[in-house]
């Protein structure tokens, strides 16, 4: 299938980007759609890790603000995965070790990959890679807490395995990487604890 781009035009070029599209694309009959005026916010490519404790059976996640939920009328203060946006010189992994030590300070060595998704398609462009990072209580060798210069204040947040998957299933967690993380996990872990 095809598409003829008419016209492109950045509106926005700060933290994130917009742009403005003008386009028609090939329809499933092969006829082209009328024009159509579209926008994508390009953020880049993040990472994402949940981060599990195989010697306490419980996983670390971090706890802090963010305005997009405040803004729906939600206290704003969300418990997430471990995550950041890639730099240009990163890799998935070197970008999601990276994180963990600056939000989590534990340094982990084994993550398992699940591949990578779009947050949401309809709008950005952005592509989430997410991993598992196993590791034991001893690998917490930094502070964490978010970095000063980005402005973060990061709380972490230790919940038992069986804590984890009840509130799994009664749907506290809000943020969608961390429950596509936590589904994959319970789904797969007598695979992943090997």
Not at 55 to 69: G, T
Not at 107 to 127: A, C, K, Q
Not at 157 to 178: A, I, Q
Request: net charge negative; aromatic share 14%.
């Amino acid at each position: 299938m095809k598409v003829k781009i008419h016209a492109k035009k950045r509106i926005l070029d700060n933290f994130f980007r917009i742009d403005e599209v003008n386009l028609q694309f090939e329809r499933f009959d092969g006829a082209w759609s009328k024009p159509v005026r579209r926008y994508n916010v390009d953020r880049g490519e993040a990472a994402g890790a949940l981060i599990y404790l195989t010697d306490r059976r419980s996983f670390v996640f971090v706890r802090q603000f963010r305005y997009a939920v405040y803004s729906k009328g939600e206290e704003g203060w969300i418990d997430e995965i471990a995550a950041g946006v890639m730099e240009k010189e990163d890799t998935p992994l070197s970008c999601i070790r990276r994180e963990c030590i600056e939000e989590s300070g534990y340094e982990i060595d084994s993550f398992h990959s699940l591949g990578w998704f779009y947050v949401s398609p309809g709008i950005t462009n952005e592509r989430i890679h997410l991993f598992i990072g196993m590791c034991t209580s001893d690998c917490k060798k930094h502070k964490g807490g978010g970095l000063d210069e980005e402005n973060e204040d990061v709380y972490l947040v230790e919940m038992s395995r069986e804590e984890v998957k009840r509130k799994l299933w009664d749907g506290y967690f809000k943020d969608g990487k961390t429950i596509i993380a936590l589904q994959y996990f319970f789904l797969n872990e007598s695979r992943l604890l090997e």
